[in-house]
């Protein structure tokens, strides 16, 4: 049972806290609909996406009192789009109250005309859109075998032009630069859909408010989050449809520089790349020259209001030349005719995503609980090999510095700090004296789950199970919360001991 309040800002246009109160003739023609996203989330922290629901407000602007109740059936997702997955009871009330309503037959005229024009932009789409592929196709036989992806299938099922899932997102305060936005879509967590029963992998690509409340999410969610927030801090960004160098479709973004520079950066770990064609009558490269990326062949690209097929000779990543405006090199397809589906407020159900919410996680309470938990651990561990534990708290103190460099790493790029942290460690570990530490980043904060994973590390479970004379042990951990259910956990094991030979 759910017994929960929202309350919605109704505006006259889409400019926020300054845009005026909406009347209740404006409100006919707000077409947004309210997105509903239903998550499970088990024992184990892991979650499902049960519904992704589209619910459309405007009867209650027929009501005398601007109050109606009643009920939504919310359907499943993915295989499962068609099954009920339960219903959901509604309390809907218009404050202030309405002074005047609406015919009941004029709000069903409005939501009519709005499906009838979606329809035909839909329909006129499709008509273009397979022109166009005939000409991409009358340029080269072998086309027919790239991955031009210009349709997928969300979670609902509903097929829609992917240009339609990128939306140009700002972060507000929660987010300060590009790379922090890799780093935060990195953080969520990689998880491919399969198929019922097994088999090859389904296709479902998520809308970005269903995979921000998930918290877990394809290569293709990842892209689109990263890449609409790129666009959002004015980037020239896209996303790039292709395979990687084992031959697996994947997606990852791409941004063009003033200057004609192209990055690529792989959502699903932050890295980036910077790509520099290869000439291919070139004499052949050693494996140390060649491109470090993991990318074999691109497709397509595209983003929000573009979308360019890839019809230079090879598809090959390192040899392609992303000059999109080379018609020789990149078949693009009209930006009208894309603007005119995915424009702004064209289609209530494929929304602009929601601003990003702040972490509600208290990071020193979660880092200090998760420390003691795994020192429980450590110490249960070590009883069941005969070993005793004795814990350096100034050491685990002094390990802090060293996970703030290693966070500040991920993001930036660049190592900082680590001088004064080497010099800590030298000053605090006495002549004679040995020190082994182990790092380990994860996206959960499962103490039991961590401490596992931990000991399978060689070296990590040399420090746990460490024996020597005068073993003192030390653990300290740093949770990073990130926008939403993000969050990075670092873990530093390490011990000091005096070498019995």
């Known amino acids: 049972e759910f017994d929960e309040g929202f309350l919605f800002e109704l505006h006259k246009d889409s400019s926020g806290e300054a845009g005026k109160m909406a009347d209740v003739v404006s409100m006919l023609s707000l077409s947004d609909q309210i997105h509903f996203v239903l998550i499970k989330t088990d024992s184990t922290g892991d979650t499902t996406l049960v519904s992704s629901h589209f619910f459309e407000w405007r009867p209650l602007l027929t009501t005398k009192q601007g109050y109606m109740k009643t009920s939504a059936e919310i359907l499943g997702t993915g295989s499962e789009a068609r099954v009920p997955a339960g219903v959901l009871d509604l309390h ?39 022109q166009w592929w005939k000409e991409y196709l009358q340029i080269r036989d072998s086309h027919s075998d790239r991955l031009v992806k210009m349709f997928a299938q969300d979670e ?18 929660l987010l300060d630069t590009p790379r922090e936005c890799a780093r935060f879509v990195a953080l969520m967590h990689h998880e491919k859909v399969q198929a019922l029963g097994g088999g090859d992998k389904v296709e479902q690509w998520t809308s970005v408010h269903a995979f921000v409340c998930r ?26 449809v292709g395979t990687k160098t084992k031959g697996s479709v994947h997606t990852w973004v791409m941004t063009i520089s003033a200057d004609g520079l192209i990055t690529f950066w792989e959502s699903l770990n932050g890295h980036r790349f910077i790509h520099e064609p290869v000439n291919p009558n070139a004499p052949p490269m050693s494996k140390l020259d060649r491109p ?23 598809e090959h990543v390192e040899v392609c030349h992303f000059d999109l405006e080379n018609e020789a090199h990149w078949k693009s397809m009209s ?106 980043q994860f996206t959960h904060r499962n103490a039991r789950k961590a401490f596992t994973t931990c000991l399978r590390s060689p070296v990590c479970d040399e420090i746990i199970n460490c024996r020597g004379d005068q073993v003192k042990l030390a653990v300290r951990v740093r949770v990073y919360p990130y926008p939403e259910y993000a969050c990075a956990t670092w873990i530093m094991f390490a011990c000091k001991y005096k070498s019995v030979i």
Do not use: M
């Open 335 to 440: 930006r009208d005719a894309i603007l005119s589906i995915c424009g702004p407020g064209l289609c209530p159900s494929w929304p602009v995503p929601p601003p990003l919410s702040p972490s509600t996680l208290d990071a020193a309470l979660l880092s200090n609980d998760l420390e003691q938990q795994l020192r429980i651990l450590v110490v249960e561990h070590r009883r069941d090999q005969g070993l005793t534990t004795s814990w350096d708290d100034q050491l685990s103190y002094i390990l802090t510095p060293a996970l703030a460099a290693y966070e500040t790493e991920r993001i930036t790029g660049l190592t900082a700090g680590n001088e004064e942290f080497q010099d800590a460690v030298r000053l605090s570990v006495p002549d004679g004296q040995t020190f082994k530490g182990y790092p380990i």
């Open 92 to 130: 809907l009330e218009l404050f202030p109250k309405p002074s005047q309503s609406i015919e009941e037959n004029v709000v069903r005229a409005q939501l009519d005309l709005e499906r009838s024009r979606q329809a035909d932009r839909e329909r006129l789409f499709l008509v273009y859109a397979k």
């Open 215 to 240: 918290n877990r999410g394809d290569c293709e969610d990842h892209a689109i989050l990263l890449c609409s927030l790129l666009l959002g801090f004015g980037l020239d960004a896209y996303i790039c």
């Open 156 to 173: 609902n099922g509903v097929k829609r032009p992917v240009s339609s899932f990128v939306k140009p997102l700002r972060a507000g305060r």
């Open 292 to 314: 470090r990326y993991p990318y074999k062949t691109v497709g397509c690209v595209f983003n929000h209001q573009s979308f360019y097929a890839n019809s230079q000779s090879t």
